[in-house]
């Protein structure tokens, strides 16, 4: 076997794939939160710095941007990481095509700068969008490198890289916003975020690709690819076209309060979601011959994931005004309204976890592919209707949308799947109980403590309340010694030795 073929393998990860699964996420969680401060820390700066129409104009760039960055990779990385064997002639050739159809994403973005300022009316647009055409070429290089680290479970080295590259670009960006840059303080930092990421992994990942050869045997893959490309463009527009509505019919001021709204809210769930994500799809990967152990290293860190994202939500939810009071600053009040209607979204939001491993990791993506033209396209329709009532009709759109359209995609992903949609619905049911009771029992409590004290100092005290109240539920519900025992394995597994045959016998009963 080759050297390059050598860094491909992953039967070697098989025989204690549970602990490298709990390892890799505690230290990307450790470096999420990392990144959580990092970014929180930078926000709170940056916002008292730049206006909101500021903020309106970046994300209107990155909304275009973002889905010529999703068109670059044609889902080659995922269908590496997917793959249960794979050779160097093919990784070689998966590594070119992604590069070619990055230079092409790239000189799109070049070519449509101008339709962007046309379409806003706004010619500042121009040159941002044109900046940021180097960031489709940046990203396309590095994916298949992510992707062969990320089949040998090098979480470590991708943690620490994605956290170095986040605090260069966060200080790229406060150099720039105290020199003045305006809105060119947002597009820098996402440049220098890139640029840092890329010359990174490039440095670290060992596997080099060779020259492409014919007959590489990549077709399926390619097709698998396809596929999940065409799903992340098309939920990428039904994410994102609400912020594109909004800065259209209602201006950068209102598309920079719509966008920090969803942002603020989403920012502690997505920080969790993508390192478990990053685990967990790699591991079941490995599962896909043996159902009884994919179904339950499937419910049990989904039971995880729900249990770390939904009281985030929750607690932002509650103390909205506190919280953008707090990292935003008073200027950004008004975007309170738009944050709450936006709760519901990113609470059942967070499902998409749900499907997306199921998808992935059982290699269907295209009926992936047929949902999300079908989710696509309801928003659409809803964001037509609810645009005439500016930032906050679009909200309400997105949100109803998203609660009607959850189960119904559990149900029909679980139709091809290993598991049922029972699974789901039990993995999530206490840690959404656990956090709706835990903020009813903050809002009883938080008029009768604390009135007088710091708005900042209000928050914390709201937030270990609320966290006490959360613990709490664990402890005292029926069920808990199940619950809790299933926490302690999962941390237990980060620090000892268990192998993944083990995982049935430990996990016992529901999740």
Not at 85 to 111: C, K, M, P
Not at 115 to 138: E, K, N, Q
Not at 162 to 180: E, P, Q, R, S, V
Not at 494 to 510: D, E, M, N, Q, V
């Amino acid at each position: 076997m080759s050297e390059a073929d050598e860094h491909l393998r992953t039967d070697h990860l098989e025989a204690d794939l549970a602990v490298r699964s709990a390892r890799g996420s505690a230290v990307t969680l450790v470096a999420q939160a990392i990144k959580f401060a990092v970014g929180l820390g930078a926000t709170v700066v940056l916002a008292r710095l730049l206006r909101p129409d500021e903020f309106g104009l970046a994300a209107m760039a990155l909304a275009t941007v973002g889905v010529l960055t999703r068109l670059k990779d044609a889902g080659l990385s995922t269908a590496t990481i997917q793959r249960k064997h794979i050779d160097q002639n093919q990784a070689t050739a998966l590594f070119w095509l992604s590069a070619t159809l990055a230079v092409a994403a790239g000189s799109l973005t070049l070519l449509l700068a101008p339709a962007v300022g046309w379409f806003y009316d706004d010619p500042r647009l121009v040159a941002a969008t044109a900046a940021l055409a180097c960031i489709p070429l940046f990203d396309g290089l590095t994916l298949q490198f992510h992707a062969v680290m990320t089949r040998q479970m090098r979480f470590v080295s991708l943690s620490v890289m994605d956290a170095g590259a986040m605090a260069a670009g966060a200080m790229a960006a406060l150099m720039m916003a105290f020199a003045g840059a305006g809105y060119w303080t947002l597009i820098g930092q996402e440049l220098v975020y890139s640029a840092t990421y890329a010359i990174a992994i490039w440095s670290v990942c060992r596997w080099r690709p060779g020259r492409p050869r014919r007959q590489s045997g990549v077709g399926p893959m390619v097709t698998f690819g396809l596929n999940l490309s065409g799903f992340r463009v098309l939920n990428y527009l039904a994410m994102n076209l609400d912020t594109v509505f909004v800065g259209r019919f209602s201006g950068p001021q209102q598309a920079g309060i719509y966008d920090r709204a969803y942002r603020l809210l989403t920012i502690p769930s997505t920080l969790l979601n993508q390192p478990l994500t990053a685990v967990a799809v790699p591991a079941l990967s490995r599962l896909q011959d043996t159902a009884e152990r994919y179904r339950v290293f499937y419910a049990s860190w989904l039971q995880f994931v729900f249990g770390l994202t939904m009281p985030f939500i929750i607690f932002l939810f509650v103390d909205a005004e506190r919280a953008v009071l707090t990292i935003l600053g008073a200027q950004w009040i008004g975007l309170v309204p738009i944050y709450r209607v936006l709760a519901p979204a990113a609470f059942l939001g967070r499902l998409n976890v749900v499907t997306n491993w199921l998808y992935v990791s059982t290699g269907r993506t295209d009926r992936q592919l047929r949902w999300s033209g079908f989710v696509l396209a309801s928003m659409v329709i809803a964001y037509f209707m609810g645009v005439r009532w500016g930032a906050f009709g679009v909200a309400v759109a997105h949100s109803v949308v998203t609660c009607v359209l959850w189960y119904p995609g559990v149900v029909y992903c679980c139709r091809t799947a290993p598991v049922r949609p029972d699974v789901a619905l039990k993995s999530m049911a206490f840690p959404a109980l656990a956090a709706v009771t835990s903020g009813i029992g903050l809002l009883v409590i938080r008029p009768l403590v604390f009135r007088n004290s710091p708005i900042p100092v209000q928050l914390v005290l709201d937030f270990l309340m609320y966290s006490a109240l959360y613990g709490l539920m664990w402890v005292a519900a029926p069920g808990r010694g199940h619950r809790l025992s299933q926490i302690r394995r999962l941390a237990r597994e980060a620090l000892t030795t268990r192998t993944l045959s083990r995982i049935p016998a430990a996990a016992g009963g529901k999740a």
